[in-house]
């Protein structure tokens, strides 16, 4: 058999490029015990489904068939689209053809916005390579391997759980398996922009500066070939020398109007190279921590905000389309959020995409949760890859002001170690943006929480999750609670809450109750009233979510039902509670007074 290849990072901005969609129903069959990956004596098969075979005669055995099997739809999971792969976890295999007539000087790529959790892939028989993590965006250059007329490809989606992943086997939320975002062929010319990052200088926000990077198939870029940088609304139109190493640096006097959740404004990004056009949206901001306040456009702001998992309102399942982003952002701005927490990985590119053109700052996460294996290299290498992955594609979208590297982990010098690293990485990537990590207090009484996980020395912003009358005390209890922190840094509360089945009523102090719920609400917005550093908050949940540690019957059915909203989209009534605090909050903030 053929070496696997590992993924290529995925091109900057895939929207922009010439694609041929490979969006709607595929073939698969369901392979629990990988016949069609491993012989017999458990070894990769050469004859796998992969080659997807047809019989040339009435004698021939070939025991699968993907024009008679079942049909998945792509984007989508398996788990809502067949009853019986409901619960189910292993390898599914995917097929479907496609016409293509390549073009000379042109370079295409097989682009996978997420495939959960490791892809296989298989072009007309022959593996081109594969990828692990489930929420990231990953690509192979086929240009050497397509052939003009009809081509088959095959994708082995394996979505079992393992101790040595990131995120690892215990986790909150339904593992959905599938080609959950959408799959195109892209196409560009073989001399082409890369990557680029565009963005108001750090040190100097009178002006606009970043890089370009070029990918060019000869031995040696051309001598004094350029970059053009065009911001037509700026009236910016400048030329950038590329360097040996393909790269344009450039920075360029300008006063835009700059985005903020008000208004975002962004501006119209056109990049030249060669033959190679690439258009952009981009906004421009300032973001930084200072003291224990959060500056955005250099003045404090307070984040009214909610937590999110990657669930459609639209239909069961995981959520990828720019509706599904729209309607979920909406709801989030309707409670009065000009901030969401996209937990607990990636979400897809429209969701950030939409942010930018909604105007909700985001704060975006890799699913380093729980009980990683900190001390194991191999698993550091997965969770900085996800990281990189994450951070380059999304890097030039102006909602975006917080990188978190993790959620609950528990304390330790390995852990500590694990996550500084991360964090570290994730400054040389992008140093303009803020780090964070949702952590948890650990020193603590009944009166008083104590901010002293050794991780709040090496974030920016401290995110904490903290379940005050649901997991630990009553409702009441959670009022007279004061906390502390020697760190001098801003506080997120990033979780809050209480399960809450919508429709069920009674007492306050009845558990699974709207009111219960309610309460929990009312008592946590006292408790965070008093707590000097708080700069945010992000309570859990803005919908009831899937999760397959949520088995009560008839309450919880499989579902965590903290949402503020049902899973049939009907509000609780800790819904308006946070809408109420919200409309405060944001109308002190128009008065001109402090939101804190």
Known sequence: MANTAVADIAIQNPDSRTATSLDGRWDSIIDPYENGFYNYRYEESATGYFKNEKPASPSDLVEYDFSSSPKLKVPGDWNTQDEKLFLYEGTVWYHRDFDIEPKSGQQYSIYFGAVNYRATVYLNGEKIGAHEGGFTPFQFDVSARIKPGKNSLV???????????????????????????????????????????????????????????????????????????????????????????????????????????????????????????????????????????????????????????????????????????????????????????????????????????????????????????????????????????????????????????????????????????????????????LITAALETHNDTEKLKVIDDPLSAVVDVIGINSYCGWYGGTPGSCVNIKWSSSYHKPMIMSEFGADALQGYHGDKDQRWTEEYQADVYDNNLAMIANISFLRGVSPWILRDFRSPRRPLPNIQDFWNRKGLISDKGIKKKSWHILHDYYLKKADLREEGKTDF
């Open 155 to 433: 994708v082995k989606v394996d979505n079992r759980r393992e101790r040595d992943q990131i995120p690892t086997l215990n986790t909150d939320w339904w593992n959905y398996g599938g080609i959950t975002r959408s799959v195109e062929i892209l196409a560009y010319p073989r001399t082409h922009i890369e990557d680029y990052f565009v963005q108001l200088s750090k040190a100097n926000p009178g002006a606009i500066e970043g890089w370009v990077k070029v990918n060019d198939s000869s031995t040696d870029l051309p001598g004094g070939s350029q970059v053009e940088i065009q911001i037509p609304e700026l009236n910016i139109k400048q030329k950038m020398n590329v360097n040996k190493a393909g790269v344009a640096k450039f920075s360029i006097p300008a006063k835009p109007v700059l985005w903020n959740p008000e208004a975002p404004k962004t501006y119209a990004v056109v990049l030249n190279y060669m033959q190679d056009v690439v258009r952009d949206k981009i906004g421009f901001r300032t973001i930084e921590a200072r003291g224990e306040n959060i500056l955005l456009n250099g003045k404090s702001i307070f984040l009214r905000g909610i937590s999110i998992h990657e669930e459609s309102p639209l239909h069961p399942g995981r959520a990828w389309s720019e509706e599904d982003a729209r309607q979920t952002l909406q709801s989030a701005k309707d409670l009065g959020c000009n901030f969401v927490r996209l937990a607990h990985y990636p979400h897809n590119e429209n969701m950030v995409k939409m942010a930018d053109e909604m105007g909700l700052l985001v704060w975006s996460e890799i699913p380093v949760y729980w009980t990683v294996l900190f001390n194991d290299p191999a698993v550091y290498a997965k969770a900085e890859a996800q990281l990189i992955e994450m951070i380059s594609r999304d890097k030039n979208r102006a909602s975006i002001i917080l990188w978190s590297m993790a959620n609950e982990t528990p304390n330790g010098a390995a852990r500590f170690k694990f996550i500084s690293q991360l964090a570290k990485k994730a400054r040389q990537l992008d140093d303009t943006r």
